[in-house]
């Protein structure tokens, strides 16, 4: 953007903690919760915000089907308790569905469209899978090289990343048990914890015995993915899922998760309203489209 006429600060905000998908604590927990749980954490922060000074509702999702379609952004802020007055818009660009929602809704500020907005992203991918539940290509994305990587998942797009920059098996180890090491330094430390909103989780078992349901709730306040107990011995092992002569393995490329965020938009004055210290103002931003998936048909998946 060359031209703005405000500019646009984050005064606000909270995220769920990232649980993984299938077998995680966020498994029987719909999406939709999930990010009205991440919204009314990041108005608590801000009590002194007017919720009917909020102009829209901006939220990512990469897969808007099933638990997290029917304009989930819309349906988040409602259930939320945001006025019926504030909008609600959902946005897909996959992984980076969220991060464009805050794009957009900076953005939106800095333009003078709004004074303050909601932005943030949720997904489930316990309850909608990855390409979602009824995938369905364009048989035309097949007919020309350089439109294949539309079909490509991450898997795939990853180990064409590894073979075009000759990224190999053991410096992908090596990353990945860094990565861990890291985050679970940082959770010991607490630095995730300014950012995160505990979630109570409730667990359903039938005993069968009485016939009655058992329910058990716990708190739910660290990331699910850190693992302490992981080596570069046990992530040697595992074998690679993408590519039958691939380097990705389930351990060295991201979970599949479920999670939420949010955080709060707002030019100068609002913020100063909100007696919040600024603490991140939205600079600018770009998209860049590689042309690593556009992979020739050779290439042996």
Same mark, same amino acid.
């Given at each position: 953007?060359t031209?703005q006429?405000?500019?646009?600060?984050?005064v606000?905000?909270?995220r *769920?903690?990232?649980?993984?998908s299938?077998?995680?604590y966020?498994?029987?927990?719909?999406?939709?919760? @999930?990010?009205?749980?991440?919204i009314q954490?990041?108005?608590k922060?801000?009590?002194?915000?007017?919720?009917k000074?909020?102009e829209d509702?901006?939220v990512?999702?990469?897969?808007?089907?099933?638990?997290q379609?029917?304009?989930?952004? #819309?349906?988040?802020?409602?259930?939320?308790?945001l006025p019926?007055?504030?909008?609600?818009?959902?946005?897909?660009?996959?992984?980076?569905?969220?991060l464009?929602a805050?794009?957009?809704?900076a953005?939106?500020i800095?333009?003078g469209?709004?004074?303050?907005?909601?932005?943030?992203?949720?997904e489930?991918?316990?309850?909608?899978p990855?390409?979602?539940?009824?995938? !369905?290509?364009?048989?035309?994305?097949f007919?020309?090289?350089?439109?294949?990587?539309?079909?490509?998942?991450?898997?795939l797009?990853?180990?064409?990343v590894a073979?075009?920059?000759?990224v190999?098996?053991?410096r992908?180890d090596a990353?990945?048990l860094?990565?861990?090491?890291?985050?679970?330094?940082?959770?010991?430390?607490?630095?995730?914890g300014?950012?995160?909103?505990?979630i109570?989780?409730?667990?359903? *078992?039938?005993?069968l015995?009485?016939?009655?349901?058992?329910v058990?709730?716990?708190s739910?306040?660290?990331?699910?993915?850190?693992?302490?107990?992981?080596s570069?011995?046990? @992530?040697?092992?595992?074998?690679?899922?993408f590519a039958?002569?691939? !380097?990705?393995?389930?351990?060295?490329s991201?979970?599949?998760?479920?999670?939420?965020?949010?955080l709060?938009?707002?030019?100068?004055?609002?913020?100063?309203?909100?007696? #919040?210290?600024? *603490?991140?103002?939205?600079?600018?931003h770009a998209?860049h489209?590689?042309?690593v998936?556009?992979a020739?048909?050779?290439?042996?998946?």
């Amino acid at each position: 953007m060359t031209k703005q006429v405000q500019d646009a600060f984050i005064v606000a905000a909270q995220r *769920t903690p990232i649980g993984r998908s299938g077998r995680g604590y966020f498994r029987t927990t719909r999406p939709d919760d @999930l990010l009205v749980a991440a919204i009314q954490a990041a108005l608590k922060a801000v009590p002194k915000l007017d919720p009917k000074a909020i102009e829209d509702a901006i939220v990512g999702c990469a897969m808007p089907e099933g638990e997290q379609g029917f304009n989930v952004a #819309r349906v988040g802020a409602l259930l939320a308790g945001l006025p019926s007055s504030v909008g609600g818009v959902t946005v897909n660009r996959f992984c980076a569905s969220g991060l464009t929602a805050v794009q957009m809704a900076a953005d939106r500020i800095r333009v003078g469209e709004a004074d303050v907005m909601i932005a943030g992203g949720t997904e489930s991918m316990s309850m909608v899978p990855m390409t979602g539940n009824k995938p !369905s290509f364009n048989p035309a994305v097949f007919l020309k090289d350089e439109n294949i990587g539309i079909a490509y998942g991450m898997g795939l797009t990853a180990e064409r990343v590894a073979e075009r920059w000759k990224v190999g098996r053991e410096r992908q180890d090596a990353f990945a048990l860094a990565s861990h090491q890291k985050a679970i330094r940082a959770q010991q430390a607490g630095e995730f914890g300014a950012e995160m909103t505990t979630i109570v989780v409730e667990d359903r *078992t039938p005993d069968l015995a009485s016939g009655d349901v058992v329910v058990k709730k716990r708190s739910v306040s660290l990331d699910e993915g850190p693992r302490a107990d992981t080596s570069l011995e046990a @992530l040697g092992r595992l074998k690679p899922v993408f590519a039958a002569k691939g !380097s990705v393995t389930a351990g060295n490329s991201s979970q599949t998760s479920d999670g939420a965020g949010c955080l709060c938009a707002a030019q100068p004055s609002a913020g100063r309203r909100c007696n #919040r210290r600024r *603490t991140l103002r939205a600079r600018d931003h770009a998209s860049h489209v590689s042309d690593v998936c556009a992979a020739e048909r050779s290439w042996d998946a």
